[in-house]
């Protein structure tokens, strides 16, 4: 029960992330062939896609689309779970006939049994029990039609946009698909759901006694988790398997081990070998994608919050030029340790023409950090320390900037235009006045105006 509700809590936190993060993923790609045609593999601690194949592309999911139908009635249930173990449902003809002699896999349940919504469920993820995939259909929307309605509106809520569904139990029909992105989407949010985990990673399970059947055990189609098996891997658990040969091999599980939690969904691995014996590549797939993670990735900080990153000037800072700027926060994520971390691209953006004072922590820039052709991540870039403002600096600085100025040299030209002027006016009153005396002296032969009167 305690595991339980750390992986509800883990998913759902991984869940927020990222339906919140931007589209670009670090993925990497192994060193060995991977033989599904689609696959994508997500971290659960912290939201991050590992490696991907081909996730956008549209394929037939098989019985992974009884992943949906589980959680369209454990939605139903959700505020009364208790209530699975004492509702009983059945199905009649309508159930039934779709399925004879199609060779679909079935949980023996048979036309009017009464069966717990709770068996139904574990027959459902367990067995892959497509008659369970009916009745439970059936009996939640009124008819098969009408569920399949349902989940398509689900798939829609959840962002699922390169899906469809046209039936509850993943035979082959047409324009009916999805891909190995939107089932992690879709996974993600059932793991959110109470009792999805816990049926879905269950080995076995005893169903209860019917009007048809005495208790049995039923168990899982993942026979990764079953010891004595070729295929067996001891940190794998659930979820779900699907084989059509309109789809081949199809698998989504989990694994947990030293702290560390994936998901994974593969689609279209071969059914034979080249000799045409029956091969789970699917299960070979998962096992050698969970060890190539598990021993090759690691959370590592990849940019320390504590880094000086760069110099940025400050003008009339007291004692100093500048200021050095660091991340704001650090910068940590799931990495290869065969990828050094200087392979990671920085584009810095600082900002121009600050002017003190600058307090720490005040914002002077951007880090984009790329790789693989996208944006891992992009942090603002803030100041160190304090910068406080010296007011002698700002003062020569106005004064030398003022004298190289377009307004001083328009002042000094002004000022000398001025002068000229000034003195080519005290020049002509001068001569003026020169003129004017000698004028008077010769009118008077020499005598002052007084000695004529």
């Known amino acids: ?80 779970i208790s209530a699975l173990s004492t509702t009983y449902w059945s199905g009649g003809y309508e159930c039934f006939d779709e399925l004879y002699l199609t060779g679909a896999s079935n949980a023996d349940i048979r036309n009017g049994e009464e069966v717990s919504v709770k068996d139904l469920l574990y027959a459902l993820m367990l067995r892959s ?9 059936v009996n939640s929307a009124g008819s098969l039609s009408a569920f399949a309605d349902m989940m398509n509106l689900k798939a829609q809520q959840l962002g699922m946009d390169s899906t469809h569904f046209t039936n509850a139990h993943g035979l082959f029909w047409q324009d009916h698909y999805t891909t190995a992105r939107d089932l ?34 039923i168990t899982h189609t993942n026979s990764m988790m079953m ?45 034979y070998d080249e000799n045409g014996n029956q091969v789970m590549y699917n299960m070979i797939d998962h096992k050698n994608i969970y060890e190539w993670a598990f021993s090759d990735f690691k959370y590592t900080t990849l940019i ?18 500048y200021v050095i700027v660091r991340p704001e926060k650090e910068y940590s994520r799931i990495w290869s340790t065969r990828v050094p971390a200087e392979s990671i691209h920085r584009v810095i953006e600082l900002k121009q023409n600050v002017i003190a004072p600058v307090k720490e922590g005040e914002v002077l820039g951007t880090m984009e950090l790329q790789y693989g ?30 004298i190289g100025s377009k307004e001083f040299f328009d002042a000094a030209k ?40």
């Open 227 to 271: 010891k004595g098996s070729d295929y067996y891997y001891e940190y794998v658990k659930g979820i779900k398997t699907g084989t059509l040969d309109e789809s081949g091999r199809c698998l989504a599980s989990l694994a947990y081990k030293d702290g560390y939690s994936y998901l994974l969904i593969t689609l279209g691995a071969p059914q």
């Open 373 to 402: 052709g996208g944006t891992l991540a992009k942090m603002d870039l803030v100041a160190t320390t304090d910068v406080e403002r010296s007011e002698q600096k700002e003062l020569l600085s106005v004064a030398q900037s003022f």
């Open 184 to 217: 992690c989407t879709l996974i993600q949010y059932a793991m959110t759901l109470p009792m999805f985990t816990e049926i879905a990673c269950s080995p076995s399970y005893e169903m209860e006694e019917t009007s048809y059947h005495d208790p049995r055990t």
């Open 1 to 80: 029960m305690l595991l339980k509700k750390i992986l509800c809590a883990v998913t759902a936190f991984a869940l927020i992330i990222s339906l919140s993060a931007g589209a670009f993923c670090a993925s990497f790609t192994p060193d060995f062939d991977v033989y599904s045609e689609s696959a994508i593999l997500y971290n659960l601690d912290t939201g991050e896609v590992v490696y991907q194949k081909n996730a956008d592309e549209k394929r037939t999911p098989a019985s992974l689309t009884k992943i949906m139908t589980a959680v369209l009635i454990l939605e139903q249930f959700k505020d009364d």
């Open 129 to 137: 029990a497509c008659e369970a995939a009916n009745i439970l259909a």
């Open 414 to 453: 002004f000022s000398a235009a001025f002068f000229l002027v000034y003195t080519v006016l005290i020049v002509i009153v001068k001569i003026a006045v020169r003129r004017a005396n000698k004028k008077r002296s010769r009118l008077y032969g020499g005598r002052s105006s007084q000695e004529k009167w």
């Open 304 to 321: 320390a919050g504590t880094e000086e990153i760069a110099e940025v000037p400050v003008e009339y800072g007291e004692g100093v030029d």
